[in-house]
């Protein structure tokens, strides 16, 4: 096998993002040179981060040029390996951008051990999903037990673990998610105490009735009237881990008129992005691996198959039509 | 002299204050009885918190409710002591409110030391207002040398200390204050880099200018249009530390559409209340103190003569009338 697949962003979306925006594409598997090695993609994973490297504006990491194959975290297999320090056989996580193989030094690739977990939950629940719910939880909200911690976006690959984490530390978690089904799932098999329908026509009743004490930490991943809703029942000296605002990627952004509350309650608000602190993820890879074998921490994959299909899995993914981590797979 | 002159909320205003929301009425001193002093006020602090506590909305501390006494802190001397550690004759600061008199245990008065500083200083630069600038400076913002500060009301009693502040800590200080000759006291008496008068037609223009390098460290007291405008500057791991947002005390909130800034930034927006920790206002109080004797602060005040004028003097500091610490003087 000398090719490979690779999807390329095509053009930057304005407004909603959709597969006419990528182009699959062959082209020639380079050779693994001295120090390098060649790896088989088996997974991909699709994340929100995503869509900032492909918008117009401005984010916190460099963009995606049209032409450029599309970035991402992949799972996969070494074919070939010039290095000592990988074989043949070997299953990784790299940065491997949404193509079937691809050849890079060995130095950036982490070998992985998946005695009793899936490769694949490198890329979410023990991947940087897990270690953004753990940074965002434990450094910025730091929930001491008794308090409410409140999440959206709560059966996602970050939500899902920033709930089991909170119940972990002995909080009262309270979740926001879109539809039934999924607040079934985080209240039945991921364990919190609660989980509103951000759908519901009485969203914002049952959202007080949810969390009659306030809340202390609140994991912020989509923004917009969510945000707003949930930032009138903070408590005085609460924490805001803005990690995402999901639902602001294609519209104007959303006014939010409460701000007054983080001075009246003397709020910290804090935004963060995982990758600026690489130094800190072994150790927390480790406690989240410890979590999963130990069964304190469920989750839930969306899985598309065939690299072809990564754009309309990406797009329904920032629609909310996944259930839990989105991956691609790559192998048949 | 048995009565004393006290000012009382009389209704809660809806939108703007005025001197109509407020009466002046005479009563009979109390008594001075065991461990209690009787204190004649010289000064009344007006500070925009005020403005909360007479407000139908919650905020962080008990309202005055119509009927009561307007609260306040103030500089006086001691009549008549009926404790050991207070003497006739003793300058002291209390919480003595919207009076010309106060009869009060003397355990809940600081007894001053007017040596080199004058005694309506410790409402002011050495006072609530100058321990609330060294708080959000330096446990929130904590700007580190070369660094970009920028305060809004530069030329108030927060402000004015803020910017001092930050240039000790060799920052570069930008200034937003209203009007010419604010600025012009900002720069040139208070040593700032720049000041920006926000009344200016580009206004968004000459802070663009002002702030080449972004902006590190945010110390907001006015929130509304220029806070949304500061945020557009923010730079990378910048902190900004929410005082108040006196500009939205008498309208409908703002609307931000900058949230997402916090987030690609990775901002630490946190509110406070200087009240919160009562237990650092001594050493600060000390630092504040030696600074003005080194002549590295300075101060300005705008002074009302007589408590009638109080609630006019108040009004006009709410709508940036004043030029720095506003004092209401109780004696001739």
Redesign the interface.
Known sequence: MTTRQQILLKTRPEGWVGPEHFELRESVIPSAQDGEVLIRNHWLSLDPYMR?RIAPE???AQGVEPGQLMVGATVGEVLESHSDTLAVGDWVLSAGGWQTHATMPAKQVLKLDTDGVPASAYLGVIGMPGITAWTGLMTICEPKAGETVVVDAASGAVGSVVGQLAKGEGCRVVGIAGGAAKCDYVVNTLGFDACIDHRAENFKQQLAQAVPQGIDCLFENV?GEI?EALLTHMN?FSRIA????VS?FNR?????????S????????????VS?KPQTWPAIREQLRARVLGGQLQFRESIAHGLENAPAAFVGMLKGENFGKQLVKLTP
Chains 1, 2 share one sequence.
């Open positions: 900032s401005k984010s916190y923004g945000f005085p803005l990690c995402g605002m602001e104007a952004p959303y006014g939010h008129h409460t701000i007054r983080i001075l009246i309650n003397r709020i910290k608000l804090q935004g963060f992005i600026d």
